[in-house]
């Protein structure tokens, strides 16, 4: 069934344990992140990305409405995230598509901009019922430099600044800057557990690891056991699913219906779902 983001995160603060949330940028994606979830016995966060949206010509509803017939017809619980949004005018789409949260990304600017921002941002999704997530970056020295990236590579959130920023802001969740990276291959991320404890203890709200596809199974349940409850992957489904229309469209040359490679693809991302969500769930 299609439940909130919010009861799902809360649920999973209560156990001690995380909810993976996965980006989807096609049906095939939610089919399998869903599959994987069945599979683990264990709720899931769809997230639609506003690069995804862009990708679908700028248009959130098609995608949304696939994702969400998914989770409504699903075993487990799933619920629909947007993700990493910077357009006004895409985050005033969110409750008409169907999504429960969204996550506001303004991190790239000045502390106080972000702040801001965040704030006005947070007020409206709370108007509209919305849970909302924002991110907070490792924040310039000098007045008008702007923040340096939560997910560069050592890049990492300042507790006490941290509090101030949610306490200020209203949000419900914080993305943190801890070691993890966006977009990694390879599963060879570091993080700094010191530091998670440091931003759990400082913070009354749920803690967000953004670019986990990097980070080794050992390292995520670490950071589940310090403090991190919604960890969110996309690039290790893209690495699944294109390794495994790779190898298809090479073993079988001639193949030209789309159903052979987006079957392997969908199947090779069911499995990745299922192990990190399984993962994930295990530390309850
Ligand atoms: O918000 C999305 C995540 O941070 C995904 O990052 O593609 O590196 O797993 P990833
Ligand atoms: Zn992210």
């Given at each position: 069934p299609l439940v909130t983001t919010g009861e799902l995160v809360a649920r999973a603060a209560t156990d001690r344990a995380a909810v993976p949330a996965f980006n989807i940028i096609t049906l095939e994606h939610a089919e399998a992140v869903v599959a994987g979830a069945e599979a683990a016995g264990a709720p899931v966060v769809l997230q639609v990305s506003e690069n995804a949206v862009k990708f679908h010509h700028g248009r959130l509803l098609p995608l949304a409405r696939a994702a969400a017939a998914v989770a409504e017809q699903a075993a487990v619980p799933v619920a629909l995230h947007l993700d990493h949004v910077q357009s006004d005018d895409l985050l005033r789409q969110a409750p008409d598509a169907g999504f429960s949260s969204v996550m506001y990304d303004a991190a790239h600017l000045p502390y106080a901009d972000n702040l801001a921002a965040t704030r006005a941002a947070a007020d409206w999704a709370h108007a509209e019922g919305l849970w909302i997530e924002a991110e907070l970056g490792q924040v310039g020295g000098k007045p008008g430099q702007p923040a340096l990236d939560a997910h560069a590579?050592?890049?990492?959130?300042d507790p006490a600044e941290a509090r101030a920023f949610v306490a200020d802001s209203?949000?419900?969740a914080l993305a943190v800057a801890v070691g993890s990276s966006h977009a990694m291959i390879t599963r060879t991320a570091v993080l700094d557990h010191g530091l998670?404890?440091?931003?759990?203890?400082?913070?009354?709200?749920?803690?967000?690891?953004?670019g986990s596809s990097g980070v080794p199974d050992d390292e995520l349940t670490a950071a589940v056991t310090g403090g991190i409850t919604k960890v969110n992957v996309g690039t290790a489904l893209n690495v699944a699913m294109t390794g495994a229309v790779r190898d298809l469209l090479a073993d079988r040359p001639d193949a030209v219906d789309p159903r052979a490679y987006l079957g392997v693809g969908r199947e090779a991302m069911a499995r990745t779902a299922e192990r990190i969500t399984a993962l994930l769930r295990a530390r309850a």
């Amino acid at each position: 069934p299609l439940v909130t983001t919010g009861e799902l995160v809360a649920r999973a603060a209560t156990d001690r344990a995380a909810v993976p949330a996965f980006n989807i940028i096609t049906l095939e994606h939610a089919e399998a992140v869903v599959a994987g979830a069945e599979a683990a016995g264990a709720p899931v966060v769809l997230q639609v990305s506003e690069n995804a949206v862009k990708f679908h010509h700028g248009r959130l509803l098609p995608l949304a409405r696939a994702a969400a017939a998914v989770a409504e017809q699903a075993a487990v619980p799933v619920a629909l995230h947007l993700d990493h949004v910077q357009s006004d005018d895409l985050l005033r789409q969110a409750p008409d598509a169907g999504f429960s949260s969204v996550m506001y990304d303004a991190a790239h600017l000045p502390y106080a901009d972000n702040l801001a921002a965040t704030r006005a941002a947070a007020d409206w999704a709370h108007a509209e019922g919305l849970w909302i997530e924002a991110e907070l970056g490792q924040v310039g020295g000098k007045p008008g430099q702007p923040a340096l990236d939560a997910h560069a590579p050592g890049a990492r959130t300042d507790p006490a600044e941290a509090r101030a920023f949610v306490a200020d802001s209203g949000v419900d969740a914080l993305a943190v800057a801890v070691g993890s990276s966006h977009a990694m291959i390879t599963r060879t991320a570091v993080l700094d557990h010191g530091l998670i404890e440091r931003l759990a203890a400082a913070l009354d709200v749920p803690l967000v690891l953004h670019g986990s596809s990097g980070v080794p199974d050992d390292e995520l349940t670490a950071a589940v056991t310090g403090g991190i409850t919604k960890v969110n992957v996309g690039t290790a489904l893209n690495v699944a699913m294109t390794g495994a229309v790779r190898d298809l469209l090479a073993d079988r040359p001639d193949a030209v219906d789309p159903r052979a490679y987006l079957g392997v693809g969908r199947e090779a991302m069911a499995r990745t779902a299922e192990r990190i969500t399984a993962l994930l769930r295990a530390r309850a």
